[in-house]
């Protein structure tokens, strides 16, 4: 019944490794998020997809690379991992439209060491 | 000047209390506005949508003022349950939908 779900939901992690975070969302939605939420909790939109194609790209560092296999999923890889990069990571999905409410997932807590 | 800007929190108040949010923005451009809820260590949710004209969902007032600007929400008789950090969110269309959250203002409500 989960409508946005995230795994894994704790990741520890060395430096300089590489992993991903998979997202799936069952609500039928178009668009798909990811966000980032550093240790000052601020939440800063990364990505945005519109059914399987970039939209959104904020200054991420090329280390992040989205990849959305069908409208239902969006993974995150992270390549050469740094201590920067830990935070919570979500994931959402809402329908199309500026009005939207977006979903949530329950978040990735990253932990670089 | 940070995009959307939020009352610096926390606010701790009792039960029965009356809390009000301020929240700016910076785009005139921006289009659509909320106010999302986020409990210690989950997701955020959405709590309501704010709309030019104001709207109210039970303890819930939240207004818009285009020309300055400026987004409120009012919680009247705050319960314990309402402890958690708002958020403020601005969506801004920039070629897609782009979705700015302020940093937060926590809110402590104590018996």
């Known amino acids: 019944d989960t409508a946005v779900s995230q795994t894994p939901k704790y990741l520890v992690t060395q430096m300089g490794n590489d992993k991903s975070i998979k997202c799936e969302q069952n609500?039928?939605?178009?668009?798909m998020y990811w966000y980032k939420q550093d240790s000052k909790k601020f939440l800063k939109i990364m990505f945005s997809?519109?059914?399987?194609?970039?939209?959104i790209n904020e200054t991420v560092p090329n280390r992040f690379s989205p990849k959305s296999p069908d409208k239902a999923h969006l993974n995150l890889h992270i390549n050469s991992l740094e201590l920067g990069d830990s935070a919570v990571y979500f994931c959402?999905?809402?329908?199309?439209?500026?009005?939207?409410?977006?979903?949530f997932g329950p978040g990735t807590r990253l932990t670089v060491t | 000047r940070k995009e959307v800007e939020q009352d610096p929190g926390p606010f701790n108040v009792p039960e029965g209390a009356t809390v009000a949010f301020n929240c700016t923005y910076s785009?005139?451009?921006?289009?659509?506005f909320f106010w999302y809820r986020q409990d210690c260590r989950k997701e955020p949710k959405l709590l309501m949508s704010?709309?030019?004209s104001g709207n109210e969902d039970g303890r819930f007032t939240a207004q818009l003022n285009r020309a300055s600007q400026y987004i409120s929400l009012l919680i009247r008789d705050s319960k314990l349950s309402d402890s958690a950090t708002y958020l403020c969110?601005?969506?801004?269309?920039?070629?897609?939908?782009?979705?700015?959250f302020g940093a937060g203002t926590r809110l402590f409500v104590k018996a």
């Open positions: 704010v709309y030019s």
């Open positions: 997809y519109n059914n399987k194609e970039l939209i």
């Open positions: 785009n005139s451009a921006s289009q659509s």
């Open positions: 609500l039928g939605h178009d668009t």
């Open positions: 959402a999905s809402s329908p199309s439209g500026e009005a939207a409410e977006q979903y």
């Open positions: 969110v601005v969506n801004t269309y920039t070629g897609g939908f782009k979705t700015i």
